[in-house]
């Protein structure tokens, strides 16, 4: 009896030693995840956070220039033609203007200019070209000679008096001395100031 009494301890005892050497182990496993989807779990990298929300939209970029026109796509405008220079004055109570030159003869046949002149009168009293200006007519720098022409001349209108605010247009002969420029200036009769009206012709230019 006592043999089977040790026999049963001895083994009772192996058991014993079984179950705790068993026992570690198991607190090991229990660490292991207990299911697939624990595993599953743990085997996945955590997702990252959400990214922050996107930066609003950039405002849009400013509004191009417009496009300038392409060249060519309107008809380039001619400059405007120079005005003729104004070759007129006022010399004391009167304005006066060298308007034209023209060729002539005089009754001997000789070559000879006209010049026309405006006469406007802004004196109390009524007046006329040939005693209120001075005319001089020079070619080669030397004066030239009244002529006495035949035909269409407006001779007799600068010995017309014409009143207060009145215009009229007269004409003087001269005898040509060559083929050069002529050179006209005017002045007023009797006055102390110096101030004259002055216009070139071209020999070439005469009408």
């Known amino acids: 009896m006592k043999q089977f009494f040790f026999l049963t301890l001895a083994v009772l005892l192996l058991f014993a030693l079984a179950a705790c050497s068993a026992s570690p182990s198991k607190s090991t496993d229990s660490s292991a995840p207990t299911s697939v989807s624990e595993a599953k779990a743990t085997t996945e ?31 380039e405008q001619e400059p405007e033609s120079e005005a003729e220079p104004d070759f007129g004055g006022t010399l004391g ?40 200006i001075s005319t001089e007519v020079y070619q080669d720098g030397v004066e030239l000679e009244t002529a006495i022409v035949m035909g269409d001349i407006e001779n007799e209108n ?15 002969a001269y005898l040509l001395t060559s083929e050069s420029e002529i050179e006209v200036e005017l002045s007023e009769l009797i006055s102390f100031d110096n101030t004259k009206i002055t216009r070139t012709f071209a020999y070439e230019e005469l009408e």
């Open 93 to 132: 109570d009167y304005e006066v203007s060298i308007l034209s030159a023209r060729l002539a003869e005089d009754y001997e046949g000789n070559p000879a200019v006209i010049v026309k002149f405006e006469f406007t009168n802004h004196d109390e009293e009524a007046r006329n070209f040939m005693f209120a």
């Open 45 to 75: 990298p955590t997702q990252a956070p959400e990214s922050e929300a996107e930066p609003e939209d950039e405002p849009e970029s400013e509004a191009e220039p417009e496009q300038e026109p392409e060249s060519g796509s309107e008809p």
């Open 158 to 172: 600068s010995m017309k008096n014409i009143k207060t605010g009145a215009t009229i247009t007269c004409e003087k």
